[in-house]
Every structure is written in structure tokens, then in C-alpha cells.
């Protein structure tokens, strides 16, 4: 058992039909049949969407996608139109609020790996591949792969595990065309964050995107990209293959859920506690920091 501790009501805006309350983010149908997205402050750990809040996380989420679509511009079209908040929406939107095109979206969580880790560690471990696709012996924990791989998974509900599966069946559930076009675009995005990611002294580990169809055929690139949601950030001067990686992202979080102090029994069917607020401050600042630190701007 999984899901939201405390599932939100959603804000209900004049001209606006809501379509679907998600882990991150809520979402809306304008009376042009565009979508809003707004991303709220709200954080998962466990598959569990917990009952404390990371002030600013939504924004930081929403602002960081923008300056990431801007340098992938020539790489793949995405599906951002605008930022202006709709009539009558509260003034909290303001920053964390996308008007989005409406796309068939394709169900594959596309996943690019340039180190293993993760769920793909798990799996190396086991039969020494991820998503069938053979790797070296003796890679490690933190290990950086002889080149990107793209290791698919299919799209879960809130509260269950999205499940690694092979290229062959992501063609075989979308057609061969889509599928390379996926494996395509995943390699050259997560690439190309790779190299802006490593000139600023930050290793991009893994990512995970979603794309959809616009006009049924031309790809793309959706929902959030590139951000400690979505991706695996390691601080390039602390990487050390065989351990853990530090993180910029809600490792905090889930230290904090797994420690004594909490009491909390990941095991059990009991939602998880309410976050102190230190774990809180050092979440949101590893958000900020992450922002600042690929983005070459202060957060404010």
C-alpha cells in the first residue's frame, strides 16, 4: 500500500476543468483545449507523496525545466506555449504554472543511464544487464558506463514502481518507428544535459523523460526535464564508485524516513510522518543549490 499520506483537494479556477491530480503536479484543461500545468511543493519518497511541503520546490522545479528547454531547443521541440497565468488562477501559481500543448502522450518512462545505479544496479547484480542489454564485469556501485544506455520502463500509478523493460517490448507496445525515435531523442537530450551538467561541476547519473505525439508523429518533449525530480545529480568532486553517491536531490528525504528518529516502518502498510524541519531546510537547499549551480543564476 502506497499513494498520497493526504490527497490535496484540488484548486478549482474559473474556465479551468481538472484533469488529474499527480505525485508533483496538478493538471488542467483551458477552454482551448491547452493543458496548465502547475507544480506544487509536494515531495515522494517510498512511492509515498508525503504530508510535508518543500517551500519553493515547485517553482524551483518549473523554472529549472524552463531554462533546460531553452538549451535543448534544437534537439527536440517541447511542449511549452507559455507562463502567463490563466484569469482568476491564485497568485501562488505565479512561477510554478505552464500552459502546455495538448499531446498524445506515449506510455514509456524513457530513461537514459551513464552510470549504474538504481534500479539498473539491482538488476546488473542479478543477471550482470539492464533492460537486456549486456554490460562489463565488475562495475560498482557509482560506476560510469562505457557509453549512455536507454533502459525504458513503463508508467506506473501513483503509488506503485514503474518496471524496467526491454527496448523490444517498448517497440513492441508503441511500433518500431516511435521506439527509435524514444531511444533517439533520449540519448542525444540526456547527452547533451551530461555535458552542460559536467562543465559545471555536477555529474548527471540517470534521468528519466516523457514525450508525447503532437499531430501524431512529431516527438515531443513533456512534463518536467532534467531536474532533481527527475534526474540523478552527484557533485563531480565527491564521486567515488563503490558507495553511495552524495545527491542533489530529496536524499535527505528518504535518510530521514529510514533513520530510528522516525519510527517509521517502511515494511508496513502505515503512511510514512510528517518531515522536521531541518530535514525540510536541507531538502529545499539542496534544490536551490542545484538550481544555482546548472543554471549559473541565484534563486530568489
Known amino acids: 500500500m502506497s499513494g498520497f499520506v493526504e490527497k490535496p483537494e484540488p484548486i478549482q479556477v474559473p474556465g479551468l476543468v481538472h484533469l488529474h491530480t499527480g505525485k508533483v503536479r496538478e493538471l488542467y484543461q483551458n477552454e482551448a483545449g491547452d493543458l496548465v500545468m502547475v507544480a506544487s511543493d509536494r515531495i515522494s519518497a517510498f512511492d509515498w507523496v508525503l504530508p510535508t511541503e518543500i517551500p519553493d520546490k515547485g517553482r524551483i522545479l518549473t523554472q ?12 527536440v521541440p517541447n511542449h511549452v506555449l507559455g507562463t502567463e497565468l490563466p484569469a482568476g488562477a491564485p497568485a ?15 506510455p514509456v518512462e524513457c530513461v537514459a543511464r551513464g552510470y549504474l545505479t ?27 558506463l562505457p557509453a549512455p544506455i536507454f533502459t525504458p520502463a513503463t508508467k506506473a500509478e501513483v503509488g506503485e514502481h514503474d518496471e524496467n523493460v526491454s527496448y523490444e517490448e517498448v517497440a513492441r507496445q508503441v511500433g518500431a518507428d516511435t521506439a527509435a525515435q524514444l531511444r533517439q531523442a533520449t540519448l542525444a537530450v540526456y547527452s547533451r544535459g551530461r555535458d552542460i551538467a559536467r562543465d559545471r561541476g555536477i555529474i548527471l547519473a540517470d534521468t528519466k523523460f516523457e514525450f508525447g505525439l503532437e499531430n501524431n508523429d512529431t516527438l515531443v518533449i513533456a512534463d518536467e526535464v532534467l531536474t532533481p525530480d527527475s534526474s540523478r545529480f552527484w ?24 533513520s530510528p528518529e522516525s519510527g517509521w516502518d517502511r515494511a508496513s502498510e502505515q503512511p510514512p510522518p510528517p518531515l522536521p524541519e531541518r530535514v525540510v531546510e536541507a531538502t529545499r537547499a539542496k534544490y536551490v543549490e542545484a538550481y544555482e549551480r546548472l543554471t549559473g543564476t541565484t534563486w530568489s
Do not use: I, N
Not at 118 to 144: F, I, N, W
Open 235 to 258: 557533485p563531480a568532486d565527491q564521486w567515488q564508485p563503490g558507495r553511495a553517491q552524495p545527491s542533489y536531490d530529496k536524499q535527505f528525504v528518504r535518510d530521514w524516513l529510514t
Open 118 to 144: 538504481g534500479s539498473g544496479l539491482v538488476e546488473y547484480k542479478e543477471t550482470r544487464t539492464v533492460c537486456g542489454l549486456a554490460l562489463p564485469e565488475g562495475l560498482v556501485d557509482g560506476s560510469e
Open 64 to 75: 529549472l525545466s524552463l531554462w533546460w528547454f531553452d538549451q535543448l531547443a534544437d534537439l
Open 92 to 106: 501562488d501559481w505565479a512561477g510554478r504554472a505552464l500552459v502546455c500543448k495538448s499531446l498524445q502522450m506515449v
